[in-house]
Nanobody, 117 residues
Framework: QVQLVESGGGLVQAGGSLRLSCVAS????????MGWYRQAPGNQRELVAQ???????NYADSVKGRFTISRDNAKNTVYLQMNSLKPEDTAVYYC???????????WGQGTQVTVSS
């Protein structure tokens, strides 16, 4: 059983920074993709950023230049450094881990990020 535990959300003023962390545990493939998605009220869940085991990254256009995703493979942990936060970044942020087929696709419980103007 794979579990993902997120931490680091909270309330911050516009222009501020937050760092999210997600620790994965269980039977995990050595080669995988870890990422962050977000969902604001009334909106669909959307990709924020993702990173492969070897370090390749992909970002949503809306966060490029402001957010940085990184990972520590030894700790099965992925991070999301969020700088220059905007009110439109307010959402529940979900950690995702996947590999191979759609059978291997796991989600964390979500952490709230609120950016006040």
């Amino acid at each position: 059983q794979v579990q993902l535990v997120e931490s680091g959300g909270g309330l911050v003023q516009a222009g501020g920074s937050l760092r999210l962390s997600c620790v994965a545990s269980g039977s995990i493939s050595r080669f995988n993709t870890m990422g962050w998605y977000r969902q604001a009220p009334g909106n669909q869940r959307e990709l924020v950023a993702q990173i492969g085991t070897l370090g390749s990254t992909n970002y949503a256009d809306s966060v490029k230049g402001r957010f940085t995703i990184s990972r520590d493979n030894a700790k099965n942990t992925v991070y999301l450094q969020m700088n220059s936060l905007k009110p439109e970044d307010t959402a529940v942020y979900y950690c995702n881990l996947n590999w191979g087929t759609s059978r291997y696709n796991y989600w964390g419980q979500g952490t709230q990020v609120t950016v006040s103007s």
